[in-house]
Nanobody, 122 residues
Framework: QVQLVESGGGLVQAGGSLRLSCVASGRTFNYFAMGWFRQAPGKAREFVATIDRIGRSTDYADPVKGRFTIARDNAKNTMYLQMNALKPEDTAVYYC???????????????WGQGTQVTVSS
């Protein structure tokens, strides 16, 4: 069992930056691969980024490649998502999640946070 809590969302103008954090408690953090997903109003939840257990391997959805960076600090039980050059279409609730494998498939993620709202104004 692991509990996940996101923070760092907010309102930002297009072109701006935000850094999301996801703090884990419970089972050992480095037991899990981690991922970020997002869900915009009226749309399905979509994959954003994933990182393996030790932070060596990452993968990104095409819309965020080159703008977003996923990272983790296992000593702090924390994962991050640095979001730069934000666009209005990045507006969504962002969720962190934990899985046993590094994957973009949301069905592989057993544990989810409550989400944090990111709103990008034009």
């Amino acid at each position: 069992q692991v509990q996940l809590v996101e923070s760092g969302g907010g309102l930002v103008q297009a072109g701006g930056s935000l850094r999301l954090s996801c703090v884990a408690s419970g089972r050992t953090f480095n037991y899990f691969a981690m991922g970020w997903f997002r869900q915009a109003p009226g749309k399905a939840r979509e994959f954003v980024a994933t990182i393996d257990r030790i932070g060596r391997s990452t993968d990104y959805a095409d819309p965020v490649k080159g703008r977003f960076t996923i990272a983790r600090d296992n000593a702090k039980n924390t994962m991050y998502l640095q979001m730069n050059a934000l666009k209005p279409e990045d507006t969504a609730v962002y969720y962190c999640a934990a899985a046993l494998v590094t994957t973009s498939d949301s069905t592989e993620y057993a544990y989810w946070g409550q989400g944090t709202q990111v709103t990008v104004s034009s």
